[in-house]
């Protein structure tokens, strides 16, 4: 479903993503791990055809995302770690317009948008203007317009970034909730988090990806925790701390 | 097309949310009526030559206003994201929005023509020079949109693509006033490049092609400008 060869991204002579090679097969949920600036977020813009690479292949559904970015954009459906809500609309105008501009059909819009205002619980707040919402709700509000035209990709940049612990808890559960049918790449801070959702887990450093394997491979390695494996965040710190990469 | 008519109806909007836009419109129109009494009081003409040439002095210090924040406020915020990241082609997404901008301007002197009927009332004016004054104004408010727009999509500090549409709109308006310091070719260069030569003929009844070419060619550069400026956005 999405696949990377040798992906690279410069901005003026720095690389920010270098020769990142990876698969995502249809239906699976990977975590994307990866410190401040490690290319994270680069990696994810690439995707959504937000950024040209500078060179390699990505492939979105068997798309090229130089070649195709009108069509790989229609079933993408991207949240960037700041929600992008114009503050004046209602929750109900934006989520109509973002239906609208993704090309829903006016038929099908309102189907559509009643399914996500239910599925991200936020039918109380529709009439309401986003820039009064709490953070919580302006995240779910985020997540509605990513899911509004039932894309197949969903791509999330720390979703739960600068959530109370009971908005975390909230989103997340939202989060699991998408998971059917869907494939989904998602990045974020809170270790516990990807130990949750995903199944696999991918971490980059300095624009490389150092780690690609499944969850429950990467916690049998020996470490600290109770089953005698390692936890989530001693292989996120090994990866870092080790000269060549993993492990 | 639906996508494209679904962004201007947002762009539209948004003026009428902003109380930017509110007091925008109220002053500028207050203003007009200002100088629309003074110059018939003054004039006692059946014709609003003068009154055009007041709004064409007051769209240079409007327009930027207007203007800065097109661009310049989505990346601020980040809402530029769902823009580029939804199917829209760059050229859509230009013209959404400068359409937008400019029907929220064709609202703004549409109540001006009010003055037209109230002319019409007192005198004897020549309709059709109206007509032509009106499009020489909104063309030319036209074109010093479409310069604010390409100025706020250069940057994401609204005050930065104020200042520098006004930079913009400045040198095309009072550049006429240089023209004695100039000789040949580039007396007629300054000359061809000051919009008020060419909104001088329209207010005079006379429409022609080298004005329509010269406002609609500006339109069309500026628009162009935009559009390669968000395609880079490598530094967003």
Same mark, same amino acid.
């Given at each position: 479903?999405?696949? +990377?060869?040798?992906?690279?991204?410069?901005?003026?002579?720095?690389?920010?993503?270098?020769?990142?090679?990876?698969?995502?097969?249809?239906?699976?949920?990977?975590?994307?791990?990866?410190?401040?600036?490690?290319?994270?977020?680069?990696?994810?813009?690439?995707?959504? &055809?937000?950024?040209?690479? /500078?060179?390699?292949?990505?492939?979105?559904?068997?798309?090229?995302? @130089?070649?195709? /970015?009108?069509?790989?954009?229609?079933?993408?459906?991207?949240? *960037?770690?700041?929600?992008?809500?114009?503050?004046?609309?209602?929750?109900?105008?934006?989520?109509?317009?973002?239906?609208?501009? !993704?090309?829903? @059909?006016?038929?099908?819009?309102?189907? =559509?948008?009643?399914?996500?205002?239910?599925?991200?619980?936020?039918?109380?707040?529709?009439?309401?203007?986003?820039?009064?919402?709490?953070?919580?709700?302006?995240?779910?509000?985020?997540?509605?317009?990513?899911?509004?035209?039932?894309?197949?990709?969903?791509?999330?940049?720390?979703?739960?970034?600068?959530?109370?612990?009971?908005?975390? %808890?909230?989103?997340?559960?939202?989060?699991?909730? %998408?998971?059917?049918?869907? +494939?989904?790449?998602?990045?974020?801070?809170?270790?516990?988090?990807?130990?949750?959702?995903? =199944?696999?887990? %991918?971490?980059? !450093?300095?624009?490389?990806?150092?780690?690609?394997?499944?969850?429950?491979?990467?916690?049998?390695?020996?470490?600290?925790?109770?089953?005698?494996?390692?936890?989530?965040?001693?292989?996120?710190?090994?990866?870092?701390?080790? *000269?060549?990469?993993?492990? | 097309?639906?996508?494209?008519?679904?962004?201007?109806?947002?762009?539209?909007?948004?003026?009428?949310? @902003?109380?930017? #836009?509110?007091?925008?419109?109220?002053?500028?129109?207050?203003?007009?009526?200002?100088?629309?009494?003074?110059?018939?009081?003054?004039?006692?003409?059946? /014709? %609003?030559?003068?009154?055009?040439?007041?709004?064409?002095?007051?769209?240079?210090?409007?327009?930027?206003?207007?203007?800065?924040?097109?661009? #310049?406020?989505?990346?601020?915020?980040?809402?530029?994201?769902?823009?580029?990241?939804?199917?829209?082609?760059?050229?859509?997404?230009?013209?959404?929005?400068?359409?937008?901008?400019?029907?929220?301007?064709?609202?703004?002197?549409?109540?001006?023509?009010?003055?037209?009927?109230?002319?019409?009332?007192?005198?004897?004016?020549?309709?059709?020079?109206?007509?032509?004054?009106?499009?020489?104004?909104?063309?030319?408010?036209?074109?010093?949109?479409?310069?604010?727009?390409?100025? /706020?999509?250069?940057?994401?500090?609204?005050?930065?693509?104020?200042?520098?549409?006004?930079?913009?709109?400045?040198?095309?308006?009072?550049?006429?006033?240089?023209?004695?310091?100039?000789?040949?070719?580039?007396?007629?260069?300054?000359?061809?490049?000051?919009?008020?030569?060419?909104?001088?003929?329209?207010? &005079?009844?006379?429409?022609?092609?080298?004005?329509?070419?010269?406002? &609609?060619?500006?339109? #069309?550069?500026?628009?162009?400008? +935009? !559009?390669?400026?968000?395609?880079? =956005?490598?530094?967003?």
């Amino acid at each position: 479903m999405i696949i +990377t060869r040798r992906v690279t991204k410069y901005f003026s002579d720095t690389p920010a993503v270098k020769d990142v090679s990876f698969e995502i097969r249809p239906g699976e949920i990977v975590g994307f791990l990866g410190q401040n600036g490690a290319g994270k977020t680069t990696l994810m813009r690439i995707l959504t &055809s937000y950024f040209p690479v /500078s060179s390699g292949t990505a492939l979105i559904a068997g798309l090229d995302v @130089s070649k195709h /970015s009108l069509l790989i954009r229609q079933k993408i459906g991207y949240l *960037p770690e700041t929600p992008p809500l114009y503050m004046d609309m209602t929750v109900k105008d934006y989520l109509r317009f973002a239906a609208d501009i !993704r090309g829903v @059909s006016v038929r099908q819009r309102q189907v =559509r948008l009643d399914r996500v205002l239910e599925e991200c619980q936020i039918s109380d707040v529709q009439g309401k203007v986003i820039g009064a919402l709490s953070k919580g709700y302006k995240q779910r509000v985020g997540i509605a317009q990513a899911i509004i035209h039932e894309p197949q990709i969903l791509i999330l940049d720390e979703p739960t970034s600068g959530l109370d612990p009971i908005q975390i %808890l909230q989103v997340r559960t939202l989060i699991k909730g %998408l998971r059917q049918e869907r +494939t989904v790449l998602l990045s974020t801070h809170i270790l516990s988090e990807i130990e949750q959702i995903a =199944r696999r887990v %991918l971490i980059i !450093r300095a624009g490389r990806i150092i780690v690609d394997a499944l969850l429950e491979d990467l916690l049998k390695t020996p470490g600290t925790a109770p089953s005698g494996g390692s936890t989530l965040e001693e292989v996120f710190i090994r990866a870092h701390q080790s *000269p060549g990469g993993p492990l | 097309m639906s996508q494209l008519m679904s962004i201007v109806r947002k762009e539209l909007s948004a003026h009428f949310k @902003s109380p930017v #836009a509110y007091i925008i419109l109220v002053l500028t129109v207050a203003i007009f009526n200002i100088f629309f009494y003074m110059i018939i009081e003054q004039d006692r003409e059946a /014709s %609003l030559k003068g009154v055009f040439q007041a709004m064409e002095f007051m769209l240079v210090f409007l327009v930027p206003i207007l203007t800065m924040k097109i661009f #310049a406020e989505e990346k601020a915020v980040g809402t530029i994201e769902l823009l580029m990241t939804s199917p829209l082609t760059n050229t859509q997404i230009v013209l959404g929005k400068y359409l937008g901008v400019l029907a929220f301007f064709t609202i703004m002197i549409g109540v001006t023509l009010v003055y037209a009927v109230i002319v019409a009332c007192w005198g004897d004016p020549d309709g059709k020079v109206l007509a032509s004054g009106y499009a020489g104004i909104w063309i030319e408010g036209a074109f010093f949109l479409a310069v604010g727009m390409m100025t /706020s999509s250069w940057t994401r500090n609204q005050i930065v693509a104020a200042i520098t549409s006004y930079a913009i709109l400045f040198v095309v308006y009072f550049s006429i006033s240089f023209m004695k310091y100039f000789n040949g070719p580039a007396e007629v260069l300054v000359r061809q490049l000051s919009t008020w030569a060419h909104l001088e003929n329209f207010v &005079s009844g006379v429409i022609t092609a080298g004005d329509i070419v010269y406002y &609609s060619s500006g339109i #069309a550069v500026c628009c162009v400008v +935009t !559009r390669m400026s968000i395609e880079n =956005r490598i530094k967003d």
